[in-house]
Structure formats: structure tokens, C-alpha cells
């Protein structure tokens, strides 16, 4: 059922961002037209500027539109389908509220993720010239064989870590966004700014949590940091054991923000 709910996401969501995308590499290819023009052509150079300048402005207007859009879609999706008049049909539906929940996160980050491929995308699109591809393949090798070379096969390894970590940072955030608009839908008379209230109170808590971690660490590691200097210097496998533990870290706080946002849609919802 979580697939069917996923591909419901995906359906209702892709008729914004499907358009977006389009005209984002429709205006990155007219910039790219515009830069060959003028550096292969000093004809109406004044009026091929203007041009420029107004495609680039579109074109940056409507990066800034894609992520907006994505912010907004995802916290639309998830209030206006669970918490709002939908919410009466969705959860008449024989789905457990943690299914509803997962299907909009996985839909929500997959749209981030997407968006930030396609803008990079567009940004190639605009760099490209006879010489790109091999620029391109030259700096990737370049890239690779120094991580090689510093760091050797632990390299590509943090390469995955930080992409595994960078994957939990954007669902944290997302199930934190959650957790804060079922708290504040508590507030019948006030849900917006219960929502706002809840999620500067759910930073800061984290924040705090954090920093005593951070303190703690520095004031254990200031004591001895010769030696574990020592250690970390011939012994590879302590970096990863330390971006282990900012993960689980991160995970701790993504179970806390999903149990809240659960516990709330399954005991305490109020669709009034």
C-alpha cells in the first residue's frame, strides 16, 4: 500500500514540477545560445546583452521557484491531504498512519533531490561548448585521483558516507517539518502560528541537545588530545566511527520527530 500512496504523491505533485523543470532547460538552453552569440559576434551586441540579462533574471527566477515550489508542495501535500478536508478520506483508507506519513516523505524527497539534480543539470546545460564533456571527464579524474591519493580507499568511502548523511540531514528536516504542523494543528484557533512555535521549539531543542554533545566532546578530547591525535593519525577507521555517531545522532532525532508526528495523526487529529 505504501507504494500505491507513493505514486498517488507523485501523480498529484508532478503537474507542478514537471512544467518547472521544463522551462528551467528550456531557459538554460536559450542561455546557452545567447553566450555563443555573443562571443562569436559583435553585431547588436547591446540588444544580445539585453536579452541575455533577461533570460539569465528568468532563469534564476525560476531556480528560486523550484525550491519555494518544493517547500511548499511538500508542506501543502501533507497538511491539505492529512490535516485538511482530505484528511476525513485518507484516513478511512485500511492504511496505518506511518504509511501515510513515508509516502509523503519519500515523495517530498525525492522531489528535493530532483530538483537539485535538474538545476545542476541546467547549470552544464548553460557551461556546455564543443570542449565541455572533455573539461568535465578531465576535472572528475582529477577529483577522484586526489581523494585516491589522500585519503585512498577510505575516500571513496566517505564519498558515501556524506551522501548517506546528506540523504538523513533531508529527511530529518523534512519529518521535523511534520512533526511541527501536527503539533500545531493541536491549535484550533491558531494552527500556523502553533506550527511556526513548534518548529523554532523543536530547533533550538535540538540545537541545545547538540552543543552539549560538542562540549562534552571537546572537553573529553582537550584532556588527551595528543593521543587522540595520535590515534586518529594511524588509525583510519576513527573518522568513520565519528560520522557514524553524527548519523545515529541524526537518526535519533528523525525517529523522534516521526514518533511525534505519528503518535499525533493516530491519537490526537483534529480535522475541524
Not at 43 to 52: A, E, G, P, R, S
Not at 170 to 181: C, E, G
Not at 183 to 201: D, E, N, R, T
Not at 209 to 234: C, D, F, K, P
Amino acid at each position: 500500500m505504501l507504494g500505491k500512496l507513493f505514486k498517488y504523491e507523485i501523480k498529484a505533485s508532478a503537474r507542478i514540477f514537471l512544467p518547472l523543470y521544463a522551462s528551467l532547460i528550456l531557459f538554460a538552453i536559450i542561455n546557452n545560445i545567447f553566450i555563443r552569440i555573443n562571443n562569436s559576434s559583435n553585431n547588436n551586441q547591446l540588444f544580445m546583452n539585453i536579452m541575455q540579462g533577461i533570460s539569465t533574471f528568468a532563469y534564476v527566477f525560476l531556480i528560486i521557484s523550484i525550491f519555494v515550489f518544493t517547500l511548499f508542495v511538500m508542506i501543502q501535500r501533507f497538511y491539505k491531504n492529512l490535516l485538511g478536508d482530505e484528511g476525513y478520506l485518507m484516513f478511512t483508507l485500511p492504511v496505518r498512519t506511518g504509511e501515510h506519513i513515508a509516502a509523503k516523505l519519500l515523495a517530498s524527497m525525492m522531489w528535493v533531490i530532483t530538483s537539485v539534480i535538474m538545476t545542476l543539470f541546467s547549470v552544464m546545460l548553460i557551461a556546455y561548448n564543443e570542449k565541455f564533456f572533455a573539461s568535465f571527464q578531465e576535472a572528475i579524474s582529477q577529483i577522484l585521483t586526489e581523494i585516491n591519493r589522500v585519503f585512498g580507499v577510505n575516500g571513496y568511502a566517505y564519498i558515501v558516507e556524506f551522501a548517506v548523511f546528506i540523504l538523513m540531514v533531508l529527511a530529518t528536516n523534512i519529518l521535523m517539518i511534520y512533526a511541527s504542523i501536527s503539533v500545531g494543528q493541536m491549535i484550533s484557533k491558531h494552527k500556523l502560528l502553533g506550527s511556526f512555535g513548534a518548529y523554532m521549539g523543536f530547533y533550538l531543542i535540538s540545537q541545545f541537545i547538540i552543543s552539549i554533545i560538542l562540549v562534552i566532546g571537546y572537553s573529553a578530547g582537550s584532556r588527551h588530545w595528543t593521543s587522540i591525535e595520535n590515534i586518529m593519525q594511524n588509525n583510519t577507521t576513527i573518522p568513520h566511527f565519528l560520522f557514524a555517531g553524527i548519523m545515529l545522532l541524526n537518526l535519533v532525532f528523525a525517529a523522534a520527530y516521526y514518533t511525534i508526528t505519528n503518535l499525533i495523526l493516530s491519537r490526537r487529529l483534529n480535522l475541524e
